[in-house]
């Protein structure tokens, strides 16, 4: 396995995780709640699963993987601003950032394959 593809599933997998611990645990739900996005909770986590989803597919089918990066980029984009937004400090901003960069590697090579 290759390093893109290794990127990939670790992406995919990680989506996968924050998409189901956004219903299930306690820790993400006063996440949400202090980010002020207590009410998009599940919209959020249902978009993380499929988004995670969509990477694994996305490794057999090119233009799911790109649609599932770009959605990927989005939120990170968006994430990153929330937490400037409410003054988190760097260390909790850099996980979002994080999932920008791998967003954006995954699109780049999705876009060239």
């Given amino acids: 396995m290759d390093v893109y593809n290794i990127i990939t599933v670790f992406t995919a997998i990680s989506f996968i ?3 189901i611990n956004s219903f299930i ?12 996005l207590g009410k998009r909770r599940k919209q959020i986590g249902s978009v993380q699963l499929a988004c995670g ?3 694994l597919i996305g490794l057999k089918l090119n233009l799911i993987l790109i649609i ?3 959605i990927l980029i989005i939120m990170m ?9 409410i003054k988190d400090n760097i260390s909790e901003i850099l996980p979002a950032l994080a999932y920008l960069i791998l967003g954006i590697i995954i699109l780049q090579q999705s876009i060239w394959k």
């Fill in 17 to 19: 995780a924050y998409g």
């Fill in 25 to 36: 645990s306690n820790k993400m739900i006063l996440e949400f709640e202090r980010w002020g």
């Fill in 53 to 55: 989803i969509g990477i």
């Fill in 68 to 70: 599932s990066s770009v």
């Fill in 77 to 85: 984009v968006v994430a990153v601003c929330v937490r400037i937004k």
